[in-house]
């Protein structure tokens, strides 16, 4: 699976968006982007996924560069809550696992 | 939908007894579960895949001995730590592979587990 560079920690203050970046200049046709984040002493949380278009749900956006290269990840309105270590990891879907890596820390403050 | 459980949530034991952790999906069936540790300030490590009614398939470095891991049913995964030593002591994940064809993970709350 393709390797992936994220900062280690991001700042962002409440109610404004939060922008995660992630490079992935390696990737493979058939591997897709998913992003999870870990809450403190919980496990990992599903966030969203993509292969080459924009996504977005009610947690997030996934905007993915036309050359697949990088993507960033957009919580529209961080709270509190979102304060978390946020990981980016390509993968194909082939039933394998996630490999995580350090991700980014985000701290959202008030 | 996509829950996945785990039990306990936490657990104390003392060196040389073993230690069996649950990891159930709750509204899905998952032929695949893989099971993860962290050590403290660190990501997650995968330890093994489990696959429903076969042998699990174990990462280079973990002591398939020692980490035993039972995948009976579409819905019960289980980890049992044996002859546990302090050095054992993490936060034990295990995730499950959605039944759909998104190949997305689901993860489980986690175990706490100290070994004295």
């Known amino acids: 699976d393709a390797k992936t560079t994220q900062p280690t920690s991001m700042d962002c203050a409440e109610g404004r968006a939060a922008n995660l970046p992630c490079n992935h200049s390696t990737i493979s046709g058939n591997e897709y982007v998913y992003w999870y984040r870990q809450i403190h002493s919980q496990g990992p949380q599903y966030i969203i996924h993509g292969l080459k278009n924009n996504e977005t749900n009610e947690m997030a956006s996934l905007i993915i560069t036309e050359d697949r290269k990088s993507s960033t990840l957009i919580l529209p309105h961080a709270t509190l809550r979102d304060t978390a270590v946020y990981y980016c990891?390509?993968?194909?879907?082939?039933?394998?696992?996630?490999?995580f890596g350090k991700g980014t820390t985000l701290s959202v403050s008030s | 939908g996509a829950v996945v459980s785990q039990h306990p949530s936490w657990v104390i034991c003392k060196s040389g007894t073993s230690v069996k952790i649950e990891c159930r999906s709750l509204?899905?069936?998952?032929?695949?579960m893989f099971w993860y540790r962290q050590f403290p300030k660190q990501s997650l490590m995968l330890m093994a895949t489990s696959n429903e009614g076969s042998k699990a398939t174990y990462e280079q470095g973990v002591e398939k001995d020692k980490f035993l891991i039972n995948h009976a049913s579409l819905t019960l995964s289980t980890l049992t730590v044996t002859s546990a030593h302090p050095e054992d002591s993490s936060f034990y994940i295990c995730?499950?592979?959605?039944?759909?064809?998104?190949?997305?993970?689901?993860f489980g709350p986690g175990t706490r587990l100290t070994v004295l």
């Open positions: 990891i390509v993968k194909n879907q082939a039933g394998t696992a996630l490999i």
């Open positions: 995730s499950a592979l959605s039944g759909d064809n998104t190949d997305t993970q689901y």
């Open positions: 509204d899905f069936q998952a032929t695949t």
